[in-house]
C-alpha cells in the first residue's frame, strides 16, 4: 500500500514564523489544479504498488480550496489509482476557512480527516503570529467539524514562545483535550531563515525562548497526553489509540509515497524526488509535458541515516537485530557504543529495542548524530 500527498501552495497571507513554500497568488489556482490533476495522471506509472492508503492534502492552505477544486483533484487520484475503502483521507484547514457548509461537502466528498492549524488559544499570540483567526474561531471549528461528521480530528498547537510561560501552555493544552480532537500535533517555535520572526530576531524584537522553558513545556504535552489517554507516538505527535496519523507514519516507516504539486517530495523504488518549488515554473513545466522533478538515489549509508532517523522520533524506537540483518554486525557494535555515552534517563531499552525517553526525544537531533556517526 501507497500514499498520496497533495501540496496546495496558497495562502492568504504569510505566518511569521513559516518556510514552507507557499504564495499568496489566488490567480494561479486554476490553472494549478489544472496542471496537478496532470501530474497525477502523468505518475501513475512511478509506484511499485498503486493500492492508496492515504491521502493527505497539505500546504499552504488546502482549506483556501473551493469544494469542486478538492473533488476535481480526487476524481484523478481515483481515476488513476485503486484507493482502498478504508483509506484515509485528511485535509489541512485553517479555523478561518471552516464553516458548516464547506465542512458538511468535505464529508460529502469523501474527506474523513481534518488536520487543522490552531497553534495557539491566546488571541494575542495569535496576532504575533500572524494568523487569521481568533481562539473562539478555532474551538469553534473543532466543534463545528464535530457537528458536520468529523470523528478523525487533529489540531496543530506551538510550544516555546516567548511570552507564553509554562502555565498558560499548560491551560491550552487542557483547552485542546476539552476538545472533541483525535490527535495533538505540538511544535517548538523555531527561528527559520527567511522569515520574518528571523528578521525580527536579528533586529532584537524577539528573543527566542530559552532552552529549558521549551523543555519544560515540552514535558508538559507528554504528560498531558498521559493523563488524556493519548499515546505519545511521535515527537511532535499524539493520537487516542488507533488513531495515530496513517499518512504521516508512512514516513516514517518509509513506504513509497507521490507527492504531487509544487515543492512535494516523494519516495519510491528507492528514489528520494521533489517537484520544482515555484508555482509558476510548475505550470509551464507540466503544459509543455515536461514534470520538473528532481531526483536522487539513495546509498545503503542514507537509508541506515534515514531508518536510524525516522526510527528515534517515534517510540517505537529502532530494532537492533533488524539494523544487524540490513546493515551489518559493524553499525550495531557502533550504536552501542554510542549507547554507552549517553545518560540513562535519555533512553529505554527493550531487549533489542532502543527508544528515546521523551526527555531524549527534545535533544533526538543531536543523539541522532552521534547514532549515525
Ligand atoms: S497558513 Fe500554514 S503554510 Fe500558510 S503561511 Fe501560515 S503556517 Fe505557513
Known sequence: MSGIYVHVPFCKSKCIYCDFYSIAVQSLIGDYCNALKKEIAFRSNQLTDRH???IYFGGGTPSMLEIGKIEGILSEIYNNYTVDSNAE????????????????????IGINRLSIGIQSFDDATLKFLKR?????????????AQKCGFYNIS???????TGIENKMWEKQLDTAFSLPISHLSCYCLGIEDNTLLHRYTAEGKYSPTDDESCLQQFLAFDSKVSENGFEHYEISNASKPNMHSRHNSSYWDRTEYLGFGPGAHSYYNGIRAWNIANVKEYIKGISEG??????ETLSETDIFEETIMLGLRTSEGINLREIEQHFGNEK???????????????????GDNIS?????????????????G
Open 132 to 144: 487569521r483567526h481568533t481562539a473562539k474561531d478555532a474551538i469553534e471549528s473543532v466543534l463545528a
Open 155 to 161: 489540531i496543530d498547537l506551538i510550544y516555546g514562545i
Open 290 to 295: 515536461n514534470i520538473c522533478l528532481t531526483t
Open 332 to 350: 550495531v557494535t557502533e550504536i552501542r557504543a554510542a549507547i554507552s555515552k549517553l545518560q540513562p534517563d535519555l533512553y529505554k531499552c527493550n
Open 89 to 108: 483521507i485528511t485535509l489541512e484547514a485553517n479555523p478561518e476557512n471552516l464553516n458548516a457548509e464547506y465542512l458538511y461537502q468535505l464529508r460529502q
Open 52 to 54: 492508496i492508503r492515504t
Open 356 to 372: 528515546l525517553t521523551p526527555k531524549g526525544m527534545f535533544v533526538s537531533d543531536s543523539i541522532i548524530v552521534e547514532f549515525i
